[in-house]
Nanobody
Framework: QLQLEEFGGGLVQPGGSLKLSCVFSGFTLDEYAMGWFRQAPGKEREWVSCVGTSRRRYYSDSVKGRFIISRDVAKNTVYLEMTNLRPEDTAVYFC????????????????????WGQGTQVTVSS
């Protein structure tokens, strides 16, 4: 059973930083890719970043250069380190996973993801 849970959301001022964690169980990163998504109020959920089994990392244009996705296999955790945060980054952030050995993780749409966390709120405001 795929289980994921996000931690680390909160309120931060513009220009600040937050590091989200996604703790998972029921699978390994040898065969599963991991993605981060977000949903702002009144908007559809959008892709933010992903890391595949090959450890290649990808980012949406809106966060490239500000966010970093990373993995800790020993801790069964994937992180999203967010810097230089902007008010438009305010959203509920979700981590998700899908079985995708050796695949480019950007090739998959949201419905193809097998497991999702419950989300964590990130609010960027002064």
């Amino acid at each position: 059973q795929l289980q994921l849970e996000e931690f680390g959301g909160g309120l931060v001022q513009p220009g600040g930083s937050l590091k989200l964690s996604c703790v998972f169980s029921g699978f390994t990163l040898d065969e599963y890719a991991m993605g981060w998504f977000r949903q702002a109020p009144g908007k559809e959920r959008e892709w933010v970043s992903c890391v595949g089994t090959s450890r290649r990392r990808y980012y949406s244009d809106s966060v490239k250069g500000r966010f970093i996705i990373s993995r800790d296999v020993a801790k069964n955790t994937v992180y999203l380190e967010m810097t230089n945060l902007r008010p438009e980054d305010t959203a509920v952030y979700f981590c998700a996973t899908l079985w995708a050995p050796k695949a480019n993780c950007t090739a998959f749409s949201q419905p193809e993801y097998d497991g999702w966390g419950q989300g964590t709120q990130v609010t960027v405001s002064s």
